[in-house]
Structure formats: C-alpha cells, structure tokens
C-alpha cells in the first residue's frame, strides 16, 4: 500500500511558479514510476510530466520547456516545478506512483493561475 499526499498548489499570477511535492509512504519507492497528471473542470485527467525509476523524464507538449519533474529518493518525494504558468494550466494536479502490481493516486492539489 502506498499513499501519496501532494502539496504545494495555490494562487498564481500568470507568468509566477510554483512548486508541487508529493511525498510517498512505504517502501521501494526508488523503484517506482512517479507522474503528475491535472485535469481542469470539464476535461479528461491528462499526463503532465513523468519520471522512471532510472530518472528517463517526458513531458507533455503543452509543458515542455516550462515544467520540469525530479525526483529525490532519500525524501520518498516527487517535484514538479512549474515555471512561465499560463490560465491554462489551472487545474487540479494529482501524484501518481505506478508500481510492479497497482498504481495509486494523491489526493490531489489546486494550481488556479489568473490572468
């Protein structure tokens, strides 16, 4: 079993950066696939960033360049630094751990980004 508890969302202005963590419970978390995905009022949940145990990263298009994930495995704890955020990024933001047998879910955190 393993939990995730995101945090780090909030009120930005467009063009301002935040930070999200996502801190894991449990075991191995060095050999899990970590993700951020958000999803916006109306719209299907959608992969942001994403990180293998052996640190690969992809991102998707719309973040390239402006988000960056890492990962520390002395912490059990995931990032996502978003920089340049635009309106559209506002969305809720959930911390996904893929392991050998399940994959679970945070909680989720709000990221709201004003024009």
């Known amino acids: 079993q393993v939990q995730l508890v995101e945090s780090g969302g909030g009120l930005v202005q467009a063009g301002g950066s935040l930070r999200l963590s996502c801190a894991a419970s449990?075991?191995?978390?060095?050999?899990?696939?970590m993700g951020w995905y958000r999803q916006a009022p109306g719209k299907q949940r959608e992969l942001v960033a994403a990180?293998?145990?052996?640190?690969?990263?992809n991102y998707a298009d719309s973040v390239k360049g402006r988000f960056t994930i890492s990962r520390d495995n002395a912490k059990n704890t995931v990032y996502l630094q978003m920089n340049s955020l635009k309106p559209e990024d506002t969305a809720v933001y959930y911390c996904?751990?893929?392991?050998?047998?399940?994959?679970?879910w945070g909680q989720g955190t709000q990221v709201t980004v004003s024009s």
């Open positions: 990180i293998t145990s052996g640190v690969s990263t």
């Open positions: 996904n751990a893929v392991t050998r047998s399940w994959s679970y």
């Open positions: 449990g075991r191995g978390f060095s050999n899990y696939a």
